[in-house]
């Protein structure tokens, strides 16, 4: 037998201050990080903006159009020089959450383009919208956009429908806006 004395087990308290420290750590080596990255997302997000302007709907300048509607999706409007508007929303109801996107309305109330910015779409299947080609097909549509499986013309992403869906939401959104600012 022996004479050792026995080992203390650490407390809770000792278990319960140790746990808060890993908390702290972590939580300060987080903060730190986002202010890293803050103005370089922040600077990349306003140089993809300015990208799809001039994808949508080129022009020499644009100028923002107070919007003080109801949609809460509607991020900002934009008036194009003397080629008609942009209007950037958010689409709630895209397969993987919200599609932020714009569309260009030409002065004759035609779709001059549309430009996906940001969305979780599923990769190879909703992330298609964003494909110059498959959003080609919205140019020149007039008053709205909907998918052919719900009388529309908008040929449906295959294998995403409800992606599809949002996007011509979108568009449609974006006609809305026009018409409630009267401008469309």
């Not at 999706?73 to 008609?84: H, P, R």
């Not at 035609?110 to 779409?121: D, K, L, N, Q, Y």
């Amino acid at each position: 037998m022996s004479n050792a004395p026995a080992k203390k087990e650490p407390g809770m308290a000792m278990l319960v201050i140790v746990l808060a420290a890993i908390c702290l750590v972590i939580a300060a080596l987080l903060g730190l990080v986002n202010s890293i990255t803050e103005g370089p997302i922040a600077d990349n997000t306003a140089k993809t903006v300015q990208e799809s302007l001039q994808v949508v709907l080129p022009a020499d300048s644009y100028d923002e159009v107070e919007y003080t509607g109801s949609d809460a999706t509607v991020i900002a409007v934009y008036k194009a020089g003397e080629n008609g508007y942009v209007v950037e929303c958010n689409t709630p109801n895209g397969f993987g959450g919200p599609i932020d996107m714009m569309t260009g309305i030409g002065t004759d109330g035609s779709i001059t383009g549309i430009a996906v910015i940001s969305h979780a779409e599923t990769s190879g299947l909703g992330s298609k919208a964003t494909d110059p080609e498959w959003q080609a097909q919205f140019i020149g549509l007039s008053g709205g956009a909907s998918v052919t499986k719900d009388g529309g013309t908008i040929e449906s992403i295959t294998g995403s429908t409800i992606t599809s869906r949002a996007i011509c939401d979108g568009v449609n959104i974006a006609y809305a806006v026009l018409a409630e600012l009267g401008l469309g």
